[in-house]
């Protein structure tokens, strides 16, 4: 068995785009087989080391396939925040609309 196999593109260094696996042929011949860069997968805008759950980890032309539905997640905000940034900002959301409607009643008792 050949333990060598040369590369089959111009690119002769091995570098993270030219990644290869030694494949043996049905014919007996060790080939190269070029591998794909792994992908990340999508990540939230804030928080750059959560990933999206839910989402397919895919390189963008194989995730620019996917449907409408597989490609983002079915909430208000769904791909940009994970659940519980959203939950706070709902909260905070809320807590200041009683603090504004609060103050109104307050001026008024005031007068």
Known sequence: MALRV???RRKSYNTKSNKIR?????????VAQYVQ???KGPQLQLD????????AKLRNPQFNKL?????SISRPYG?????????DRIKRAFLI???????????????
């Open 37 to 39: 860069k792994r992908a």
């Open 22 to 30: 030694k494949v043996k042929t049905p014919g007996g011949r060790l």
């Open 97 to 111: 609309e009683e603090m504004k409607i609060s103050k109104k009643i307050s001026k008024q008792s005031t007068k």
């Open 79 to 87: 791909g940009q925040f994970s659940p519980s940034e959203l939950k």
């Open 6 to 8: 040369t590369y089959r």
């Open 48 to 55: 750059s080391k959560s990933k999206v759950a839910g989402v």
């Open 67 to 71: 449907s409408y539905t597989q490609r």
